[in-house]
């Protein structure tokens, strides 16, 4: 058997496979498909301090090789995710990640905190890259001293390795990159999705209710590898590739350019067993190129 | 809150096109599923394509036990990408299959007139129903005689045009009373299905009448202003754009009343499609 662990600022996981936030609800919905604790880890959906609504519908469309979404984060709130979800999510062995978001600085850190309190969550991913809504997310992550005052707040209220998710929508990733590592992240994940519209040409209006959304699937996946690859180049901590990943191959580019982990998102819609085909091709590649361990892959591009 | 769900594959019998952008597709199941009831629906995609990336729900036409397998009946309208992909398939192509997923109907046993009301292609999952109710599937096989003389099923299928009307074979075939009204007057009576029912909902018993309908928004909510004043229960088949079809990507919420927040936005995948009219909410 291949060795597939990793280690993401000092959270050890058995193999690379997350599932992104957002795309994989608090894990429960997936149990009926896989067996959950064959994953690396699982990111739930991103979590705010009160519960959110999200935005009106319609919030989702499909576009060339990818969909636009604009949820805008309805989640139960970080209150009842520990009293009501994680309890479920303890029985299981697979780390588990919290996604979270805050309307401001402060915010984030009181998330961070009740957090790290709550038995069971081994790592925080902070999102300061959510393209739809109107407070928080990437507001704080376009702009390199706000992202690192996030990063500063969360770090002195947790133990917990604290990765942070990047946004595409900016103008210099790796600029963003170096300021939160500057600031204490453990990780970093990128990237989230990239602000798009769709328009009904009968009608004349967006097809989202939102108007713009944050698009994701195989259509993003180029830009979210050259990114990666611009990232890793600038900083020391591990880097989690995601975007549009549907099978090994993907994954294994993400790796190759130097990615430590993958997560895995749309495709856990379009086939809710995604996370699992792509482990077995992991393998299949390693023993195929008679690999015995993952990081003889990762971070092995020539150019 | 546990239950199985089936991820599987299809192979189609025949895909045909009955009325201009509708069609019926069945489907021979790779595997035997016994558990699948009006109102609910499926996550369907060619298999090994794609583009479209994402699968398509569509809910239950008729769903037959045969010595082959179960097969599975769809009829549908093409609306955009992924429909005009599954229009385009023939006999012996596969398909990706997860589902049957969502609420079903739930039937009312003390109320025996049951009135099945549909616009359009909402005409889909009520036929399913339609049959369902007329061959008693819901009761236990002892009990179907008494039950089959004591029930009456009226359908209302409302259209655009009389060339629109679809599902009017089987909804004929299972249904003792059958009316009919388009927009144009091409068929049936002119005008809305909803000002058909109700001209003929002071004739009709209340107390022993319950209402299902799907269609366009308009028209489920003409129903719900239509029947607010009385006490008659009314569940209606909703749909919205899904991605997973099983409550992960939050794609698909409408809005409903909730007892402590006021509204809440809920999953048409997880927790409907099939809504109480009462909990529903309107801009």
Not at chain 1, 31 to 57: H, Q, T, Y
Request: charged letters at 20%.
């Amino acid at each position: 058997m291949p060795d597939l662990s990793v280690d993401i600022g000092g959270l050890k996981l058995k193999n690379p496979i997350l599932t992104a936030s957002g795309t994989f609800g608090y894990g429960e919905e997936y149990a009926s498909f896989i067996n959950l604790n064959d994953l690396g880890a699982i990111i739930v959906k991103g979590l705010s301090l009160k519960p959110r609504m999200g935005n009106p519908p319609p919030r989702i469309i499909e576009t060339a090789s990818g969909m636009l979404n604009a949820i805008g984060l309805q989640n139960v709130g970080v209150h009842a995710f520990i009293e009501k979800k994680m309890p479920y999510l303890r029985t299981l062995e697979v780390p588990v990640i919290a996604n979270i978001l805050g309307e401001n600085a402060e915010e984030y850190r009181q998330i961070a905190e009740l957090l790290s309190r709550a038995p069971g969550v081994a790592a925080l991913e902070v999102n300061i890259s959510c393209p739809n809504v109107s407070k928080g997310g990437i507001a704080f992550g376009a702009n390199p001293d706000s992202a690192m005052d996030v990063v500063r707040r969360v770090k002195t209220v947790t133990d917990l390795p604290v990765i942070v998710k990047l946004s595409p929508n900016v103008t210099d990733i790796a600029m963003i990159a170096e300021a939160v590592e500057s600031a204490g992240a453990d990780a970093l994940s990128l990237i989230n999705t990239i602000t798009g519209m769709s328009v009904d040409i009968e009608r004349r209006i967006p097809h989202l209710k939102n108007i713009t959304g944050g698009l994701s699937g195989p259509a993003i996946k180029p830009i979210a590898l050259r990114m990666v690859w611009q990232v890793v180049n600038r900083v020391k901590i591990p880097v989690i590739g995601v975007g549009g990943i549907m099978d090994a191959s993907d994954a294994l580019e993400f790796l190759i350019v130097g990615a430590t982990a993958v997560q895995i998102g749309t495709a856990n819609f379009i086939n809710p067993q995604s996370t699992i085909h792509i482990l077995n091709g992991l393998h299949a590649y390693m023993e195929k190129h008679h690999i015995g361990n993952i990081h003889e892959i990762i971070g092995t591009l020539t150019c | 809150m546990k239950k199985k769900l089936n991820l599987g594959s299809g192979c189609v019998i025949e895909n045909v096109n009955t009325a201009k952008d509708h069609f019926v597709m069945s489907l021979l199941l790779s595997s035997t599923c016994e558990d699948a009831l009006p109102g609910q629906f499926v996550m369907i995609r060619k298999q090994g394509v794609k583009d479209p990336l994402l699968s398509r729900p569509l809910s239950l036409y008729g769903v037959y036990q045969t010595e082959a397998g179960t097969v599975l009946e769809f009829l549908y309208r093409v609306v955009g990408k992924g429909t005009w992909a599954l229009s385009r398939l023939t006999g012996g192509d596969q398909v990706d299959i997860l589902g049957p997923l969502g609420r079903p109907f739930e039937v009312i046993p003390d109320r025996n007139h049951v009135v099945l009301l549909a616009g359009g292609i909402g005409a889909a999952p009520l036929a399913y129903f339609a049959e369902y109710l007329a061959k008693d599937l819901d009761r236990p096989a002892d009990r179907k005689e008494e039950a089959a003389s004591s029930r009456n099923i009226r359908f209302y299928l409302g259209a655009t045009t009389a060339a629109a009307l679809v599902g009017l074979e089987k909804i004929e075939r299972f249904c003792k009373e059958v009316r009919i009204s388009t927009d144009d007057g091409s068929a049936g009576s002119a005008g809305m299905i909803t000002d058909l029912f109700q001209k003929d909902l002071a004739e009709l018993d209340q107390r022993d009448l319950c209402l299902y309908s799907c269609g366009p928004s308009p028209m489920i909510r003409s129903l719900s202003r239509l029947i607010e004043p009385f006490d008659i229960p009314c569940q209606v088949s909703m749909e919205e754009r899904m991605a997973c079809g099983i409550g992960a990507c939050l794609g698909c919420s409408i809005k409903v009343r909730d007892a402590s927040l006021g509204w809440a936005y809920c999953q048409v995948c997880t927790e409907g499609p099939v809504f109480d009219i009462k909990d529903l909410l309107w801009e």
